[in-house]
């Protein structure tokens, strides 16, 4: 009885350390990760769940009082994390943050291109055409999202190229993969982010190695501040936009912001060391879904 009971104890045993050593494929304790836009929302969430796995974040916003905000949050959390103000629209305040992150930890891990979105301005109204949209709303949201992810891939993808390893995660989005009304605009750019993910990741790979990977993940619809008043009537209850995507989302709901980030965390994690250029639905199942 006494051989069973050890024998059972040391298969549990070998059970246990096989499945830590599976688990740790899924790590990114010890990383250091730069995340835009993290006085956001979405990159609020997404320091918050990098923090919480034992990632070292750099908080980077270009606004001061979100920043310190979210900072104090992820102290309070435990982890190591430092608050940068920077513009990802100006390369002179990217290099910056490089040269001080580079100072500070050593490396750079990570990027998470989160900054970006969509503006009022550029979302037409329901009685509105494409030709009544303002050319000035529309410059600011593709440049905000195509340059907002360009400039700092180019930054701080340099260090990476330098140290020859590192991931780069862009924020794509449905509107990427089939035509939604109202917003040309935010469109366009987000597919000209997943295009440029797929560039960008072909272009490290073949020179800085299998290391340096670049993907991005496109978000299905998420309540937001962006976006509230769009999906979100004052009293609570649907809009007529918001039913449509329900009914067009196979699990019949909105996602949960914190339901990126594990997806986010894989990405980067070795457990996806073979794969570059992807660009992952986070959708309930909305782009397979023909609505039949």
């Known amino acids: 009885m006494p051989d069973t009971v050890n024998d059972n104890l040391n298969d549990l045993m070998k059970i246990n350390q096989s499945i830590n050593i599976n688990m740790s494929q899924f790590s990114i304790s010890g990383k250091v990760a730069i995340i835009t836009g993290a006085?956001?929302?979405?990159?609020?969430s997404v320091a918050k769940s990098f923090i919480?796995?034992?990632?070292?974040v750099v908080a980077l916003d270009i606004r001061q009082e979100p920043l310190d905000r979210i900072?104090?949050?992820?102290r309070e959390l435990g982890g190591e994390a430092i608050g940068i103000v920077g513009n990802v629209l100006d390369i002179a305040s990217l290099e910056k943050v490089a040269n001080e992150v580079v100072e500070h930890w050593g490396s750079i891990d990570i990027l998470i291109n989160i900054a970006g979105g969509n503006i009022p301005g550029a979302t037409l109204g329901e009685d509105q055409s494409f030709f009544d949209?303002?050319?000035s709303d529309w410059e600011k949201v593709t440049q905000l999202n195509i340059n907002g992810t360009v400039y700092p891939s180019l930054v701080f993808g340099k260090v990476m190229s330098q140290q020859k390893t590192g991931n780069i995660i862009n924020v794509s989005s449905?509107?990427?993969?089939?035509?939604?009304?109202r917003v040309p605009g935010y469109s366009l750019s987000k597919a000209g982010i997943s295009n440029f993910t797929q560039w960008l990741a072909t272009e490290m790979a073949l020179k800085f190695g299998d290391n340096v990977r670049v993907n991005a993940i496109?978000?299905?619809?998420?309540i937001g501040d962006q976006n509230r008043s769009?999906?979100?009537?004052?009293?609570?209850?649907?809009?007529a936009r918001s039913v449509?995507?329900?009914?067009?989302?196979?699990m019949k709901r909105f996602g949960d912001i914190n339901e990126l980030n594990g997806a986010i965390q894989f990405l980067c994690s070795d457990a996806a060391s073979f794969i570059t250029g992807v660009v992952l639905p986070i959708d309930g199942g909305f782009s397979a879904y023909s609505g039949v």
């Open 174 to 181: 449905m509107t990427a993969f089939s035509a939604i009304t």
């Open 39 to 44: 006085g956001g929302v979405l990159g609020g």
């Open 52 to 56: 919480k796995e034992g990632a070292k």
């Open 71 to 74: 900072v104090g949050e992820l």
């Open 133 to 135: 949209m303002q050319i």
């Open 230 to 239: 769009v999906l979100i009537n004052p009293d609570g209850s649907l809009t």
């Open 218 to 222: 496109a978000p299905g619809f998420f």
């Open 244 to 250: 449509k995507v329900i009914a067009k989302t196979p």
